[in-house]
């Protein structure tokens, strides 16, 4: 082991890390390359912060996964921390050893999505790795035994030895004292009759009478093997080159209810752990979102005055520039409710519908180096009313969209790389009125949540002469959300996830001739009211080098 530079001095969401001095090492220089194990993979985002009171813990899943057979399971709560908990925490340990590719996951528990993930790719002699979650808002599912379903497909055989071992547990943190229970959704909803149909991914949805906030998350990915996984990279039909869809890269996440357009989003472009051609990108720090896949979040309310009807009705998720029956994107849907206490039925109605006209635009320069510049984006405003038992509240949902992308390559993709950026701008108006009820006049400021959301990719691979591949890549994932109150501000916070790495190594030769090199940094940074975060990690072939808290 050679110097590992630590040292804190940030407030992380409520967890204070103290300041202690650096932690020094014995060893001097980390190895000149690769050797057959490394260490174990480590992300720089914050731990989920925990209250001081008596918890509860409850094992979910503790299995192995050899092949694509789902396990199954039940979960059941916890007796001792009863049924008021502030706050819910998800813990995966894995661990795998030999040789295996990079694997997709999921976990249900009474049939909602509380973890999409991957997998790291091991070393011979084994890795492990650990992922955190905050599931409180699933609470309401959590409060009863539900079934449990979880499934990283695998294959093993005498090439690919890596049996995937996994446990997953829940700890719940009790309300007590000044711990309050948490403000989480009523009902945790999924479609039912779900089925894909026209590369829509389709169901029914029937929310109790009395809704007033409703938001669907959806897990989407881009995987299955093939260019869907590097849709970024795809270019329209008639181009060369080895990916190809008919409208180009340009790729939106789509929610309609009962056929209207009810809400849109720009995918995050994951990078899994064997992604671009080299896994030695990736071993010890996966690109940002690798092991927590985060839902795509659209609010719904504005529909809530016609899903308030006690009937099912149709919703569907659709992938904008998914090829005609193609597949590579999956879709799974979770649905929030928030009720109105004090109301049978909340009744309202949809007052705005309106998107504007899709841009999706290519421009293809053939050469000794082809080019493909790509710009795409789309706009949708959708607004609607609800009379509940504190008035009417009209829910007002804008949302653009714009996308910009470089693509570079030869004749032989020897050389191949990417400048691109996606921006997803959301802002949400609550606004209160009287209502229908003859309620008072006097009403509150509306509220606005503004969210500026930002992802960016800068990769290239190469491979000379000597048949020696090289791959750099620098990937970003920025949000920025501010509330206010009328025109006070009363809540922002600032995320920046920044990765960027350079490796390269022989390919198609014998592990021990591939003399493998790489290093790779990723720098997390927080910001909010009372919080601030911020941690460094670096490594070089496969060893930690540095592991840093900066204020």
Same mark, same amino acid.
């Given at each position: 082991?050679?110097?590992?530079?630590?040292?804190? !001095?940030?407030?992380?969401?409520?967890?204070?890390?103290?300041?202690?001095?650096?932690?020094?090492?014995?060893?001097?220089?980390?190895?000149?390359?690769?050797?057959?194990?490394?260490?174990?993979?480590?992300?720089?985002?914050?731990?989920?912060?925990?209250?001081?009171?008596?918890? !509860?813990?409850?094992?979910?899943?503790?299995?192995?996964?050899?092949?694509?057979?789902?396990?199954?399971?039940? /979960?059941?709560?916890?007796?001792? !921390? *009863?049924?008021?908990?502030?706050?819910?925490?998800?813990?995966?340990?894995?661990?795998?050893?030999?040789?295996?590719?990079?694997?997709?996951?999921?976990?249900?528990?009474? *049939?909602?999505?509380?973890?999409? +993930?991957?997998? #790291?790719?091991?070393?011979?002699?084994?890795?492990?790795?650990?992922?955190?979650?905050?599931?409180?808002?699933?609470?309401?599912?959590?409060?009863?035994?539900?079934?449990?379903?979880?499934?990283?497909?695998?294959?093993?055989?005498?090439?690919?030895?890596?049996?995937?071992?996994?446990?997953?547990?829940?700890?719940?943190?009790?309300?007590?004292?000044?711990?309050?229970?948490?403000?989480?959704? %009523?009902?945790?909803?999924?479609?039912? $009759?779900?089925?894909?149909?026209?590369? @829509?991914?389709?169901?029914?949805?029937?929310?109790?009478?009395?809704?007033?906030?409703?938001? @669907?998350?959806?897990?989407?990915?881009?995987?299955?093997?093939? !260019?869907?996984?590097?849709?970024?990279?795809?270019?329209?039909?008639?181009?060369?080159?080895?990916?190809?869809?008919?409208?180009?890269?340009?790729?939106?996440?789509?929610?309609?209810?009962?056929?209207?357009?009810?809400?849109?989003?720009?995918?995050?472009?994951?990078?899994?752990?064997?992604?671009?051609?080299?896994?030695?990108?990736?071993?010890?720090?996966?690109?940002?979102?690798?092991?927590?896949?985060? #839902?795509?979040? /659209?609010?719904?309310? #504005?529909?809530?005055?016609?899903?308030?009807?006690?009937?099912?009705?149709?919703?569907?998720?659709?992938?904008?520039?998914?090829?005609?029956?193609?597949?590579?994107?999956?879709?799974?849907?979770?649905? =929030?409710?928030?009720?109105?206490?004090?109301?049978?039925?909340?009744?309202?109605?949809?007052?705005?519908?309106?998107?504007?006209?899709?841009?999706?635009? +290519?421009?293809?320069?053939?050469?000794?180096?082809?080019?493909?510049?790509?710009?795409?984006?789309?706009?949708?405003?959708?607004?609607?009313?609800?009379?509940?038992?504190?008035?009417?509240?009209?829910?007002?949902?804008?949302?653009?969209?714009?996308?910009?992308?470089?693509?570079?390559?030869?004749?032989?993709?020897?050389?191949?790389?990417?400048?691109?950026?996606?921006?997803?701008?959301?802002?949400?108006?609550?606004?209160?009125?009287?209502?229908?009820?003859?309620?008072?006049?006097?009403?509150?400021?509306?509220?606005?949540?503004?969210?500026?959301?930002?992802?960016?990719?800068?990769?290239?691979?190469?491979?000379?002469?000597?048949?020696?591949?090289?791959?750099?890549?620098?990937?970003?994932?920025?949000?920025?959300?501010?509330? =206010?109150?009328?025109?006070?501000?009363?809540?922002?916070?600032?995320?920046?996830?920044?990765?960027?790495?350079?490796?390269?190594? $022989?390919?198609?030769?014998?592990?021990?001739?591939?003399?493998?090199?790489?290093?790779?940094?990723?720098?997390?940074? =927080?910001? *909010?009211?009372?919080?601030?975060? %911020?941690?460094?990690?670096?490594?070089?072939?496969?060893?930690?080098?540095?592991?840093?808290? *900066?204020?």
């Amino acid at each position: 082991m050679r110097r590992v530079l630590l040292t804190l !001095c940030a407030a992380v969401t409520g967890l204070v890390l103290a300041a202690v001095p650096a932690v020094e090492a014995a060893a001097a220089q980390p190895p000149a390359e690769f050797g057959t194990q490394w260490h174990d993979p480590v992300t720089a985002g914050p731990p989920v912060s925990v209250p001081d009171t008596p918890s !509860c813990r409850v094992t979910v899943a503790d299995t192995e996964f050899r092949d694509y057979t789902p396990y199954t399971g039940t /979960y059941r709560p916890p007796q001792a !921390c *009863g049924r008021h908990w502030n706050k819910v925490v998800l813990r995966l340990e894995g661990a795998v050893a030999g040789r295996q590719f990079d694997r997709l996951g999921y976990l249900h528990i009474g *049939g909602v999505e509380v973890l999409r +993930t991957s997998t #790291p790719e091991p070393s011979p002699q084994g890795i492990t790795w650990k992922v955190e979650k905050d599931v409180t808002r699933y609470a309401a599912t959590l409060h009863e035994q539900q079934p449990v379903e979880m499934l990283i497909g695998n294959t093993v055989d005498g090439t690919y030895t890596g049996v995937i071992k996994v446990k997953v547990t829940l700890t719940f943190y009790t309300a007590q004292g000044r711990a309050k229970e948490a403000a989480v959704p %009523d009902k945790v909803l999924t479609l039912q $009759n779900a089925h894909s149909q026209d590369g @829509a991914y389709e169901g029914q949805l029937t929310t109790p009478r009395n809704s007033e906030r409703i938001v @669907a998350e959806v897990y989407a990915t881009g995987s299955g093997g093939g !260019c869907e996984e590097f849709w970024y990279l795809t270019v329209p039909d008639g181009v060369p080159y080895s990916c190809r869809a008919k409208d180009g890269p340009y790729r939106e996440v789509r929610v309609s209810v009962d056929g209207k357009l009810a809400g849109i989003a720009a995918p995050y472009p994951t990078v899994w752990t064997g992604g671009w051609s080299n896994p030695f990108l990736w071993y010890v720090i996966p690109g940002p979102r690798a092991f927590d896949v985060r #839902p795509v979040e /659209y609010d719904l309310t #504005p529909f809530a005055g016609l899903l308030n009807d006690g009937r099912p009705h149709r919703i569907a998720v659709s992938v904008t520039g998914l090829p005609a029956g193609q597949a590579g994107w999956s879709t799974p849907t979770n649905v =929030l409710v928030w009720q109105d206490a004090k109301a049978r039925q909340v009744t309202g109605g949809l007052l705005t519908d309106q998107a504007g006209d899709l841009v999706n635009k +290519t421009a293809y320069e053939p050469g000794s180096e082809r080019r493909l510049t790509a710009s795409g984006g789309h706009r949708l405003t959708v607004s609607g009313y609800l009379d509940t038992s504190h008035g009417r509240v009209t829910t007002t949902v804008t949302r653009t969209l714009t996308a910009h992308s470089t693509h570079r390559w030869n004749a032989d993709e020897t050389t191949d790389a990417l400048q691109a950026r996606w921006n997803d701008d959301e802002t949400v108006v609550t606004a209160h009125g009287p209502g229908a009820a003859g309620l008072s006049d006097r009403h509150p400021a509306p509220t606005t949540t503004r969210a500026h959301r930002t992802y960016t990719m800068d990769g290239a691979t190469t491979v000379d002469s000597a048949n020696r591949l090289r791959t750099t890549m620098t990937m970003g994932d920025r949000a920025d959300t501010t509330t =206010l109150r009328g025109t006070r501000p009363t809540d922002r916070s600032r995320l920046d996830d920044t990765y960027t790495g350079d490796a390269s190594y $022989n390919q198609n030769v014998p592990r021990e001739q591939r003399h493998a090199t790489g290093v790779s940094r990723e720098r997390y940074r =927080l910001y *909010g009211p009372g919080s601030r975060y %911020d941690r460094t990690l670096a490594t070089a072939q496969g060893e930690l080098t540095e592991d840093r808290y *900066g204020c």
